[in-house]
Structures are given as structure tokens and as C-alpha cells.
């Protein structure tokens, strides 16, 4: 059955000036849409991280809310274009979109996130739900629903409007390389959500005029949207759908993880993932394609090696430019291959809406399982390898198969390759990471060998990836993940018994230690951390807060009569801190100390206790919790100090130089602040020490004066503006663009 036209064509529509109008009008709308839909992410994301204490799972968590409202909207566009006439359908979403528009400005309201529990997750996504969901799922049914509006126009190409894709995927990507890099640097967090509203109120006039062209030059064509004619996409279909939407976006989630858990959880980590995300969506829905499908599947053997290399055990790479680019080429080559396909399988018109309903099902589930079934099924970062393996059978979609028996032995053959390799080298007497590498470079020639044998080649990933657990996976004492990330304590072939959060060490002591244990790491004795702890200021009778458990190493320092009280946000590190078979620190020497779970900043507002010390000492591996290091902040640790006391902040990093902030700040407070740069010598390295950097603010330079030793010195502000709740630049702090910011 074919609908007929409502109204008899236009003939100056179908003419080369009206056409072109139809163009700019649906390509400006969609355009603008997508940039709304695509800025709002980094920029709600970044309001909500300080409640959320600054966690790499909040972009996570944030893409599985942005994916669910995007399939909410997906389905109710296909839902109001099959069974709602055209006039009612502009009726019904302008006021879906008037709606929205008292959810304007932006804001993330006063909720509060407990950390107990383990329903972190599901409280960040009530955050979201309330501050931006309606805003953001009228955007997301923008796409489908203006493709199908254009379809019915008359317009050039409205018999396949796949082409619109395109430009609301450029739009995005604009949208997402022009917060971090323009808006974020440029404005703050008020002004840029009060400039992004402007644009929400713009958007309500183009749609207006797109969907009355619609409604009014409807006309009635063979590939119409309107036309039921197609046949409808079978089971097996649907499914290819789903599970070629579901990889890339499972793999850009893991790409983004990998990277802020080192990096930090910031607008610029999460947009770089997602911008060659949406960047392969625009190469792949064309119909002549920038990349041809040769040159793309002939990427994937490297992009498959990449993923290997820097996700597994066996080959593990700690994060670095080499590290990031071929992660980023991985996603970028994995993507668009999935991509490809999807768009080679795209519809008939006539099924536009639910292919999208489908894609957006596809990489809804990419977020619900990195974000929520991963963590329930694996006590490690595992999802990567799944993803990995995913990855490798999307490769099979459209490639002919070989003859099975031989496909058979040569994947024997490579899975056994590579083991053999390094546990021959390592009997020939070369050392493992030797071996290891003689492993690498044979299976990146026995990967380019079988990339032509698709079956072949997800089997010897699945087998290696899976095999390496086996291989290289001796059981930690403790392994498990929380909302923060994965913990690891293992012992070390020098008897250190170490804490690991994501890939930074945060505390260690020696295996079968008895009596007072001996802090090791950054609080050894000598340490600037030990020598605040000890100092006059901390004498008999003093208040000590500590941010920032760990395992609970600075314990050990204290002496009668002080009063000691530990604050930390992920109450599994308390379950490992206070676990007298890892660390006997706080079982020794602070059994009473209380210890408040949640955000610091939070829990220090709430209270009316003073310190005479307070320590800073709260990051999550190398990633910074940017609200914990802004003026707003500094004001609460000010109130919390005593007169004449200090507080201070452990800023060894491997990747920020963060004195330049700090600096700021003091600045502009009217404080003080001394900074240390401990580089152990020889025998402290072989006693368990290492290298740390410190700094100590306080009200006068009198107060500093009792800090012990000629390390410390003095802490100098450059003219650059201070970071703040509404605009800091953690961008302008990475040692590699030093001084990029303002």
C-alpha cells in the first residue's frame, strides 16, 4: 500500500531554486540540531563530574544515558512518522521541544551522590536524567525525523536522504572538537550553557520552517518514506544491525577509559574518542566513500595488532603519545569497518526510522555493557578484551570464507605461535621483556599472514587475548573494580606487597612485615609527606585530616594525643586499607581514626572540624579531580585549617604539572605556599622510596617557616587566571602544552 500526497507537487520545488532551498534549510537544521546534541554532552558531563568526584566513569556512564535518551528519541521519531500525519507530527514536536525549554538554563541541581552501596551508577544517571534528559532526547529525534521530513519535500536526493546523516554527523563533530578547544579554553561553564540555550531556541524556528515545507510539498514518489512497498529487513538483518552499532561503540568507550583513567576525566579526553567515532560515521554513509572498502579492511590487521598491544598483560604499554595513537587508530580503523557495513546494509527509505531505532539499540548496549554488565561479570578490565574480540568478528561481516579444515590447523598453529615464541626466548636466555617483543613482531607478521582469513583471525585473537589471562595471569592477593575504576594488591619479587589504581601505585609495605610497618613509596621517612606529618605543626595534640586513604601508609607517623581523621571518596579502597591480611597500617596505628566516605570537598562543607594539618592526597591513578583544585575549593580547605596551619598537596604526576594552578589560586587568595621536589637518592630508592612532589600552603610565610629541611621553596604565580568551579583548563596544566590555556 502507498499513501497518496496530501497536496499535488510543486513544480518549483522540484526546480533547481527551490530544490537548493530545501538543501539549506533541512541541512542547516540538522546541522545545528547535531551540534546542540553533540555539545551538550561534553558540557553537562563536565557539570556533573565534580558530584561525582571527578571518576573516569562519568563519561561512561554519562555516553549509556546519552545512547538510551538518543534510542528513546530514535523511536519515538519512527513512531510519530508511521503513525501520526504529517501536520500533527510538526504539532506534536514543537511542543516537545517548548517542553524542553523549561529545563533551560543547564543545571545539575542539588541532588547528592552517596558512594556506598554501589549504586554510584545508577544515582550519576538520575543527574542526568533530571538535568538534561528531555532537552537531549527531543535533539536526538531530530536526525530521523528531519531525514524523513526532506523525504517528502521532492528535493534532490529525497529518495535517499542517508545524506543528511552526513551533515548532521559533520555538525557533531564540530560540536565536540569545539568545546574543548574553543568554548572550554574561552568561556566558563555559565556562559557557554547560557550560549548553547540561545541555540536550543534558534533550533525551534528552523524546525518550524523545515517541517511546514514538509507538511506543505508532500508530494508522492516510488522511494518515498511514505511507500511500504520495500520489503521489510528480516531477523538476521536486524541483528547484523545491532551487533555492527554495538562493537565501535563499546570500543570507543574503551578506548576513552583506557585513556582518562591515566590522562584524567575531561572534556578533551572524552571529545578526541568520540569525535573519530563520529568522524567514521561520515566517511562510511557515503556512497563514494574517501576510503575505499579495500583500504579499509587492509587496515585492520595493524588496527587489531594496536588493540593487543596495548590492552593485553603480555605486551602491556603504559600510556603514552605511542600508546594513544595506536588506540585512536585502532578505533578509527575498527569503526569505520563497522561503519562500512552498516551503511552498504542500509534500507530502503521507506525503513530509514527503524534502521536508526536499531543502530541507536546497537550503541545503547555498547554503553549498558561496559558501564553495567562488565563490572558485574568481571572483576578486571575484561570488557577490553571482549571488545577486542568483537572487533575481530565484525572483520567476518561480507568476507568469503576458506576451507575449513586448513583454517583450522593455521589457527592452531598462531595461537600456539606466540606463547612458544616468548617461553622459548625466555629458555634460550633472553630476557622476558625480550621475549616478549620476538612474540609481538611474530604475531604481527602471523596477523597480516591470516587478515585475509577472517574466521581465522577472530579465533587467534580470541585465543591470544583470552590465552594471555592464562600465560601471564598469576591470581593477585586482590582484584576487583568499583565505580572508580580497578584495584589491584599484589606482592612483588622483592617482597613489597603494592596497592595499584588503574596504573599508579598508591601504597606499599612489605610482605610479613610485624610491629609499627614502615612506609614506603612517597611517605617514606625523609619524604615530603613524612616531613609534614612530623613537623612542629604536627606535634602532640594536633588535628590531621587526611584526603586520600590509600593504604593508609601516613598512619604510621602518628603519635599520642594528635587526633587523626582519614576522608575518602571509593569505600573499596577502605575495604583494602583496613583489610589486616594486605596492610596492617590502619589496623596498627589508627584502628579508632574515623574514616568519612564521599567526596572530600562535599564532606569538608558539611563539617566544622579544624586541622592544624591537612593533607590533599586524592587522585585516582594519575587523573586529576580538577573541582578538588579550584578557588572554591581552596576557600573550604582554608576554613577547615586553624590558624597557623597548613594545608597541603601531594601533586606528583606523571603527566600534569599542576604548581602553575596551584600557584594561581594562592595568588589570588593572598596565601603563601612553599613546594618540595623529592628525588631519592640511591639508598632510599633500594629502601622502597620514590620520587614525589609536594606543596604547602598556609596564611603567612611565618607558618611556613617550620617546615623542616632546605627543600622546600618558594611557590611563584604567573599572570594567567585561576582556575575556578565555572573555568578551569586542565588542558593548559598536561607537561606537553605547558602554558596552552587562556
Known amino acids: 500500500m502507498t499513501h497518496t500526497s496530501i497536496d499535488p507537487p510543486a513544480p518549483s520545488l522540484l526546480g533547481t531554486r527551490h530544490g537548493a532551498r530545501a538543501i539549506v534549510l533541512f541541512t542547516g537544521t540538522i546541522l545545528l540540531s547535531a551540534s546542540l546534541l553533540f555539545f551538550v554532552q561534553p558540557l553537562f558531563a563536565k557539570m556533573v563530574l565534580p558530584r561525582l568526584g571527578g571518576a573516569p566513569a562519568v563519561w561512561t556512564t554519562a555516553m549509556l544515558f546519552f545512547q538510551t535518551c538518543l534510542l528513546i528519541g530514535y523511536l519515538y521519531a519512527h513512531l510519530l512518522i508511521r503513525f501520526v500525519p504529517p501536520r500533527r507530527q510538526l504539532m506534536i514536536h514543537g511542543a516537545f521541544w517548548i517542553a524542553a525549554l523549561f529545563f533551560l538554563p543547564l543545571s545539575v541541581g542539588e541532588a547528592s551522590v552517596s558512594f556506598e552501596g554501589g549504586a554510584t551508577s545508577w544515582q550519576a544517571l538520575a543527574i542526568f536524567a533530571t538535568g538534561v534528559g528531555v532537552p537531549f532526547t527531543m535533539l536526538s529525534a531530530n536526525a530521523p525525523l528531519i531525514q524523513s521530513w526532506y523525504s517528502r519535500t521532492g528535493g534532490p536526493s529525497a529518495d535517499d536522504p542517508y545524506f543528511l546523516y552526513g551533515a548532521s554527523n559533520a555538525g557533531s563533530l564540530l560540536a565536540l572538537l569545539g568545546f574543548p578547544l574553543l568554548a572550554e579554553p574561552l568561556m566558563g561553564t555559565a556562559s557557554i550553557s547560557i550560549m548553547w540555550s540561545a541555540g536550543f531556541v534558534l533550533l525551534g524556528g528552523l524546525l518550524l520552517g523545515s517541517g511546514l515545507m514538509a507538511e506543505n510539498r508532500t508530494v508522492q514518489t516510488s522511494h518515498s518514506v511514505a511507500s511500504t ?42 571529545a578526541i574518542p568520540l569525535s573519530i567515532y563520529i568522524l567514521t560515521f561520515i566517511l562510511a554513509f557515503s556512497n563514494r566513500p574517501l576510503i575505499s572498502d579495500r583500504v579499509t579492511f587492509w587496515m585492520f590487521p595493524p588496527a587489531i595488532a594496536a588493540l593487543v598491544f596495548v590492552t593485553t598483560r603480555s605486551f602491556n604499554l603504559n600510556l603514552s603519545l605511542l600508546a594513544i595513537l595506536g588506540l585512536s587508530f585502532a578505533l578509527f580503523a575498527g569503526a569505520l569497518l563497522c561503519h562500512r557495513r552498516l551503511y552498504r546494509m542500509r534500507p530502503d527509505a521507506s525503513h530509514l526510522t527503524f534502521f536508526y531505532v536499531i543502530v541507536s539499540i546497537g550503541g545503547a548496549l555498547g554503553g549498558f555493557f561496559n558501564l553495567i554488565v562488565a563490572p558485574l561479570l568481571f572483576d578486571t578490565l575484561a570488557e577490553v578484551q571482549v571488545t577486542v574480540v568483537a572487533v575481530a568478528a565484525a572483520c567476518c561481516f561480507g568476507v568469503a570464507r576458506g576451507p575449513i579444515p586448513r ?54 585473537v580470541a585465543l591470544l587475548v583470552m590465552g594471555d589471562y592464562v600465560i601471564f595471569g598469576d591470581a593477585p592477593l586482590f582484584r576487583d573494580r568499583s565505580f572508580f575504576g580497578q584495584h589491584v594488591v599484589e606482592q612483588r619479587d622483592d617482597g613489597q606487597v603494592i596497592y595499584r589504581h588503574g596504573t599508579t601505585i598508591h601504597g606499599a609495605q612489605m ?4 610491629g609499627v610497618p614502615r612506609a614506603l613509596t612517597y611517605y617514606s621517612e625523609g619524604s615530603p609527606m613524612a616531613q609534614l606529618v612530623n613537623a612542629p605543626i604536627s606535634g602532640p595534640g594536633a588535628g590531621i585530616g587526611i584526603v586520600g586513604l590509600g593504604v593508609g601508609s601516613l598512619a604510621c607517623y602518628a603519635t599520642p594525643g594528635q587526633d587523626w581523621q582519614f576522608y575518602e571518596i571509593d569505600p573499596m579502597v577502605v575495604q583494602i586499607a583496613t583489610n589486616p591480611a594486605l596492610f596492617t597500617f590502619m589496623q596498627t596505628c589508627a584502628p579508632d581514626a574515623p574514616i568519612h566516605i564521599g567526596d572530600a570537598r562535599t564532606v569538608l562543607a558539611t563539617q566544622t572540624l579544624t586541622y592544624d594539618l591537612l593533607v590533599l592526597d586524592a587522585y585516582s591513578s594519575d587523573a586529576v579531580p580538577v573541582h578538588l583544585l579550584t578557588r572554591e575549593a581552596f576557600d573550604i580547605y582554608l576554613d577547615r585549617t586553624t590558624e597557623g596551619g597548613i594545608f597541603a598537596l601531594h601533586i606528583s604526576n606523571r603527566y600534569y604539572d599542576l604548581a602553575g594552578p596551584i600557584a594561581r589560586i594562592v595568588r ?75
Not at 243 to 262: E, G, N, W
Open 668 to 742: 589570588d587568595m593572598g596565601l603563601t605556599a612553599r613546594i618540595a621536589h623529592d628525588y631519592p637518592d640511591a639508598d632510599r630508592e633500594t629502601a622502597g622510596a620514590t620520587g614525589s612532589v609536594v606543596v604547602a600552603v598556609a596564611r603567612s610565610a611565618e607558618d611556613l617557616e617550620r617546615l623542616p629541611g632546605d627543600v622546600w621553596q618558594a611557590l611563584p604565580a604567573d599572570d594567567r587566571t585561576a582556575w575556578t568551579d565555572d573555568h578551569a583548563n586542565l588542558l593548559g596544566a598536561l607537561d606537553a602544552l605547558n602554558g596552552w590555556e587562556d
Open 407 to 460: 583454517m583450522v590447523a593455521l589457527a592452531a598453529l598462531a595461537a600456539t605461535a606466540v606463547p612458544a615464541t616468548i617461553f622459548g626466548g625466555v629458555a634460550f636466555g633472553l630476557s622476558l621483556d625480550s621475549s616478549r617483543v620476538l612474540g609481538a613482531i611474530v604475531f604481527f607478521v602471523m596477523l597480516v599472514a591470516l587478515a585475509s582469513r577472517p574466521i581465522v583471525l577472530t579465533g587467534f
Open 511 to 514: 610482605a610479613g612485615e610485624t
Open 229 to 270: 512497498d520495500a520489503p521489510r529487513p528480516g531477523a538476521r538483518t536486524v541483528l547484523s544491525w545491532m551487533f555492527l552499532a554495538f562493537v565501535p561503540s563499546s570500543l570507543m568507550l574503551v578506548v576513552t577509559t583506557k585513556i582518562s583513567t591515566d590522562l584524567g576525566s575531561f572534556p578533551l579526553v572524552w
